[in-house]
């Protein structure tokens, strides 16, 4: 069973967070600490740890994560001019909540998709 993170609190609205959608598969909210003018992280609402736990049966949420990035992108005015969806994956990923987010970027260029080293 895996372990609970602050995202499931989130969710349930026990602790605050800006969230701009919620449905019965999945939450979005906006990033505590945002990268660019708009960072909203789309999350499932079920646990998901990683990337590497997933099957089959997340798929309805994995694709309602795709379908609400792009709502809150045409609502934020970004989707025009583009944005980055990112889900990072343990710790080469650079992954830090477990508890499965895709990061929704944008209202900014943001350069090369990978730093350089
Ligand atoms: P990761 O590195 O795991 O892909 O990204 C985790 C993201 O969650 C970071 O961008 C971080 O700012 C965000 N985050 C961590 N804790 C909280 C929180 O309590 N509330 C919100 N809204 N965002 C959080």
Same mark, same amino acid.
């Given at each position: 069973m895996a372990e609970e993170t602050i995202f499931s609190k989130?969710?349930?609205?026990? @602790?605050?967070?800006? @969230?701009?959608?919620?449905?019965e598969l999945v939450t979005a909210f906006s990033d505590i600490s945002p990268q660019a003018p708009t960072h909203v992280l789309i999350i499932p609402n079920v646990l998901i740890p990683t990337i590497n736990d997933v099957t089959a049966e997340h798929e309805p949420a994995l694709g309602r994560m795709i379908t609400v990035a792009s709502q809150i992108a045409a609502e934020r005015g970004i989707a025009d001019d583009g944005y980055r969806l990112i889900i990072n994956c343990n710790q080469h990923g650079g992954q830090e909540v477990f508890h499965i987010h895709m990061h929704l970027v944008g209202g900014k260029p943001l350069g090369r998709m990978l730093a350089q080293q």
């Open positions: 989130i969710i349930r609205r026990e @602790i605050p967070a800006d @969230i701009v959608y919620q449905d």
